[in-house]
C-alpha cells in the first residue's frame, strides 16, 4: 500500500465496519437507506427549484430554507454512500480521505446550527418587528448571515482537523461506525490526543449552544409577543410559521446533545450509532416533508411546479 502523504502515520488507511454486528440485514438496509437517500435528496431538490421557481417565495424566510436544503444534500452526500458501500462490501477509507470526510461532515454540521439559529432569528424580527422586517431582514443582511453560517462552519472544523493531522493513528485499523466520527477516530490514536480533544470540546459546545441559546431567545421573545395577540387567525398564522422549524431543531439538537454534550448519555456503541443515523439520514429527508406538509406556501409551489411539468411533460 501507499504511504499517506500526512505526516506521523503509521497505517494508510481505515475499514468502516458500519452495523457488522447484523450482517443478515445488510441487503435489507442497503435497499432502505439508498430509498431514503433518493428521497431525501429529490425532496430537497425540489424545496430549492421551488423557491428559485416561484415569485412567491422570493422572501428572507425561504432564501434560508433553500440554503438549509442545499447544506442538507452536502451533509447526507458525505456520509450515506460509504455507508451503503459496507453494506455490499467492505468500506475502506484512507487516513487521509477519512480526515476529509471529518472536515466536510463535521463543518456542514456546524453550519447547520448556524442557518437553524438565522432562521429562528429571522422569525423573531418578522413576528416582533413586522413593520421594520424588510429594512431589517434586506437582501444583503440575509447573504451575510449565510455566509456567515456556511464560512463559520469550515473555519471551526478546519482547526480540529489541523490538529488531528498532528496525530498518530497506529491500529487498529477499524473504525467502528458508519463515518469518519471524532470519538472512533481518538480510539485509534497513540500520540497524546488531549489538546485535540480539549479543544474539539470547547468548539463543539461552543457551536452548539450558542446557536442553540440563540434559537431558545428567539422563541422566548416569540412566544411573549404572540400571546399578546388576541387568539384568532393572527395567533394560529404566527405559531404555523414556526411550527416545522421548530420540528427540525428538535431533532437535529437532540441527537446532537445526547452525543456530543452527553456522550455518557449513550451506552452502547450500537445505539450511538442509531443516533448518529438520525441526524445524518433522517433529520435531511425530514426537512422536505416537515415543510411541505406544514408549509402551505411551499406546499402550493410544489403542486404548481410538478403540474407544470407535468402538463409540459403531456404536450
Known amino acids: ?25 445488510h441487503l435489507l438496509f442497503f435497499i432502505m437507506f439508498t430509498v431514503i437517500y ?16 416561484s415569485q412567491r417565495l422570493h422572501t428572507p424566510m425561504y432564501f434560508f430554507l433553500a440554503n438549509l436544503s442545499f447544506l442538507e444534500i452536502l451533509y447526507t452526500s458525505t456520509v450515506v454512500p460509504k455507508m451503503l458501500q459496507g453494506f455490499l462490501q467492505e468500506a475502506a477509507i484512507s487516513v487521509a480521505g477519512c480526515l476529509l ?41 440575509c447573504l451575510g448571515l449565510v455566509l456567515v453560517a456556511w464560512l463559520s462552519g469550515f473555519m471551526v472544523d478546519g482547526l480540529v482537523v489541523a490538529l488531528m493531522g498532528q496525530l498518530t493513528f ?8 458508519f463515518y469518519c466520527d471524532f470519538m472512533p477516530l481518538m480510539g485509534l490514536v497513540c500520540s497524546d490526543p488531549r489538546v485535540t480533544q480539549m479543544t474539539t ?23 411573549v409577543v404572540v400571546l399578546r395577540v388576541p387568539a384568532g387567525a393572527q395567533r394560529r ?21 445526547v452525543l456530543y454534550i ?25 426537512n422536505p416533508v416537515i415543510y411541505t406538509l406544514r408549509n402551505k406556501e411551499v406546499h402550493y409551489a410544489l403542486r404548481r411546479l410538478l403540474y407544470i411539468k407535468h402538463t409540459e411533460t403531456r404536450d
Open 1 to 25: 500500500m501507499e504511504a499517506v502523504t500526512l505526516e506521523n502515520q503509521t497505517i494508510t488507511e481505515f475499514v468502516l465496519l458500519g452495523f457488522h454486528d447484523v450482517a443478515e440485514l
Open 38 to 53: 433518493v428521497s431525501t435528496v429529490a425532496g430537497n431538490v425540489l424545496i430549492i427549484v421551488a423557491v428559485v421557481s
Open 101 to 141: 470526510q471529518f472536515f466536510i461532515f463535521g463543518s456542514l454540521a456546524t453550519a447547520e446550527c448556524f442557518m437553524l439559529a438565522i432562521m429562528a432569528y429571522d422569525r423573531y424580527l418578522a413576528i416582533c418587528y413586522p413593520l421594520r422586517y424588510p429594512l431589517l431582514m434586506g437582501p444583503r443582511g
Open 170 to 177: 497506529c491500529g487498529p485499523s477499524h473504525i467502528d461506525h
Open 201 to 223: 470540546f470547547i468548539l463543539s459546545v461552543v457551536c452548539l449552544t450558542v446557536p442553540f441559546g440563540l434559537i431558545l431567545t428567539s422563541y422566548a421573545r416569540i412566544v
Open 237 to 257: 398564522k404566527a405559531f404555523s410559521t414556526c411550527s416545522s422549524h421548530l420540528a427540525v431543531v428538535s431533532t437535529f439538537y437532540g441527537t446532537l446533545m
Open 262 to 286: 452527553a456522550p455518557s448519555a449513550v451506552h452502547s456503541q450500537l445505539l450511538s450509532k442509531v443516533f448518529a443515523l438520525l441526524y445524518t439520514v433522517v433529520t435531511p429527508l425530514l
